[in-house]
Nanobody
Framework: QVQLVESGGGLVQAGRSLRLSCAPS????????MAWFRQAPGKEREFVAG?????????YADSVKGRFTISREIYGDNKVYLQMNDLKPEDTAVYYC??????????????WGQGTQVTVSS
């Protein structure tokens, strides 16, 4: 069974940092461009950041550029990470990972984990 398991969320104050992890299982995503998405209450799911398989090209939503950094393991478990610095209340959402087709910002598969909740208090 193919799964994407997100973790690392939590409740933090504005200005603090969190690091999210995405662990694929059931198949390898090592040749896929991977991305993080988020969905806030009452809003549609939106693209946050993407990274190509080699890890040398990354792209971001304007709202997180300069604050968030996406990275991935090139070997091993092929985990994908999202380092989130200087968090703002508007970053509050459930965060998910999925594959995308670079340079697009739409999910490639209808495959969603449970997500990880990030809540930023002001």
């Amino acid at each position: 069974q193919v799964q994407l398991v997100e973790s690392g969320g939590g409740l933090v104050q504005a200005g603090r940092s969190l690091r999210l992890s995405c662990a694929p299982s059931g198949r390898t995503f090592s040749t896929e461009t991977m991305a993080w998405f988020r969905q806030a209450p009452g809003k549609e799911r939106e693209f946050v950041a993407g990274i190509v398989p080699a890890g040398n090209t990354r792209y971001y939503a304007d709202s997180v550029k300069g604050r968030f950094t996406i990275s991935r393991e090139i070997y091993g478990d092929n985990k994908v990470y999202l380092q989130m610095n200087d968090l703002k209340p508007e970053d509050t959402a459930v965060y998910y990972c999925n594959a995308v087709i670079w340079p697009l910002r739409t999910p490639r598969y209808d495959l969603w984990g449970q997500g990880t909740q990030v809540t930023v208090s002001s």
